[in-house]
């Protein structure tokens, strides 16, 4: 059974950026995307941006694109998220998840196996 662990998250400033991370304990074939969402209090989860580990290729939210960058790094079932230039509206609960499938879906129903989030407060 492939679990996910996020972390890396906690409290920032306006303007900071941060590093989150998402280890997978299991066999994670190259045909899986892995991809971030995230949920603030009284809203959807909603689709920050995903990765393919087949090629690499990623797809962000058009909300994040160009201040996040989903990555892999070397050859570790590790997916990172890394968070530029902060805001409070990007405080949530931060969740990985994972489904085996080639699409990069940006719809949390595609998505089978999670993990249970790390936190993250931009404080302004």
């Known amino acids: 059974q492939l679990h996910l662990a996020e972390s890396g998250g906690g409290l920032v400033q306006v303007g900071d950026s941060l590093k989150l991370a998402c280890a997978a304990s299991?066999?994670?074939?190259?045909?899986?995307?892995t991809s971030w969402f995230r949920q603030a209090p009284g809203k959807e989860r909603e689709f920050v941006g995903g990765?393919?580990?087949?090629?690499?290729?990623?797809y962000y939210s058009d909300s994040v694109a160009r201040r996040f960058t989903v990555s892999r790094e070397g050859t570790t079932d590790t997916l990172f998220l890394r968070m530029n230039n902060l805001r409070p509206e990007d405080t949530a609960t931060y969740y990985c998840?994972?489904?085996?499938?080639?699409?990069?879906?940006?719809?949390?129903?595609?998505?089978?196996?999670w993990g249970r989030g790390t936190q993250v407060t931009v404080s302004s």
């Open positions: 990765l393919r580990w087949r090629d690499g290729s990623t």
């Open positions: 998840a994972l489904v085996s499938s080639g699409i990069i879906w940006p719809t949390r129903t595609r998505y089978n196996i």
């Open positions: 299991g066999y994670v074939a190259s045909g899986y995307v």
